[in-house]
């Protein structure tokens, strides 16, 4: 795959400029922008978003700079989205599913193995779907910088799970998206909308059996303490926008603009190289350090158990057919 090539140059040439550095800067800056996201210092959106303070500050000559918010800090990404539209937070990535709420469309990419790759992925984010999304976004004052990726999201469980007639009856968490809830009912499974913050006390209760999320949250959670067993379903791949409030941006000179537009170009290649690189070393970290037994399923069957979740949502049929031929 073309982009696994350019993963390790790229992550150790963020790291080598303090990708993962602090979020003080020695420059007395002019404009300083915010900057919100919801997860841990050295996270893959941190990662991102840290290159993109690091660029801009460079770009600028130091006259622009960048405070980072991690750990939800500035509220959650719904509330981050609408300060992005206000203009009362700068800069944000967003997952498509919460900001499906402004652009309905971007449900589509909930639809279950309608990504093979992370090249497909990056080819429709890149090209005039990923544009049409941002256009949607736009017209809710939402100005989309870059598409980043969290990769592609698998299942965790306390039982053994050898195929699709093992889901049944099983308690599973998903997020609070209507087609990932329909993507394990159509599997047998019983899903439940819990929040990511209260997931590892629901698991450690049994209030649920599993739960599905990227290899790397699944690590920097600590559901291995909880779920023994690690399944490849990579049912849906997760996107997120890298967002700049548009009032902001009207507000900067042509230069500056510039700037943030390369900035955020730069972020976007460290983090994508980041998710693909991280996410790959957290499922070895998974199984060969913190005991979780992998089970790689059979896709063709999974597709198959699943299909019936594309006619569910017959809204999205054209979006997805967009999606769909850019299949190799």
């Known amino acids: 795959m073309k982009a696994k090539k350019i993963v390790t140059l790229l992550v150790a040439a963020a790291l080598t400029c303090g990708v993962v550095g602090s979020t ?36 600028s000559g130091g006259t622009m700079d960048v405070e980072l918010y991690r750990n939800g800090t500035l509220g959650s990404l719904s509330e981050v989205a609408e300060g992005i539209q206000m203009g009362t937070v700068d800069v944000a990535p967003i997952v498509t599913t919460t900001l499906a709420n402004f652009a309905p469309e971007l449900n589509a990419f909930d639809m279950p193995y309608l990504i093979d790759d992370y090249d497909m992925a990056y080819e429709v984010l890149d090209g005039e779907v990923g544009q049409k999304f941002a256009d949607s976004l736009q017209g809710s004052a939402l100005k989309v910088e870059g598409w980043w990726a969290m990769g592609f999201r698998n299942t965790t469980a306390s039982k053994e799970i050898n195929g699709v007639d093992d889901f049944k009856g099983l308690k599973i968490r998903t997020q609070s998206s209507d087609i990932q809830m329909a993507i394990f009912n159509a599997l047998g499974a019983s899903p439940t909308a819990i929040s990511f913050s209260e997931l590892y006390t629901a ?33 849906v791949f997760q996107v997120a926008a890298f967002l700049v409030s548009p009032s902001t941006y009207d507000g900067l000179t042509d230069e500056q603009k510039g700037w943030v537009d ?32 992998l089970i790689e399923l059979d896709k063709d069957e999974l597709k198959e158990a699943t299909k019936s979740v594309y006619d569910q949502f017959p809204d999205y049929a054209d979006t997805v057919a967009e999606i769909q031929s850019y299949a190799k």
């Open 24 to 59: 003080t800067s020695v420059y007395a800056a002019d404009v300083t922008l915010k900057l919100a996201h919801a997860d841990a210092e050295g996270s893959i959106f941190d990662q991102g978003a840290v290159a993109f303070q690091e660029k801009l500050q460079e770009l």
């Open 203 to 235: 698991l450690q209760q049994n209030t649920v059996d599993g739960q599905e999320n990227p290899y790397v949250n699944i690590l920097q959670s600590n559901i291995f303490e909880v779920n023994k067993y690690l399944i490849e379903t990579e049912h």
């Open 262 to 293: 390369e900035a955020a170009a730069y972020a976007t290649e460290v983090e994508r190289a980041a998710c693909e690189n991280d996410n790959e070393t957290a499922k070895e970290t998974l199984v060969n350090d913190k005991g979780m037994t």
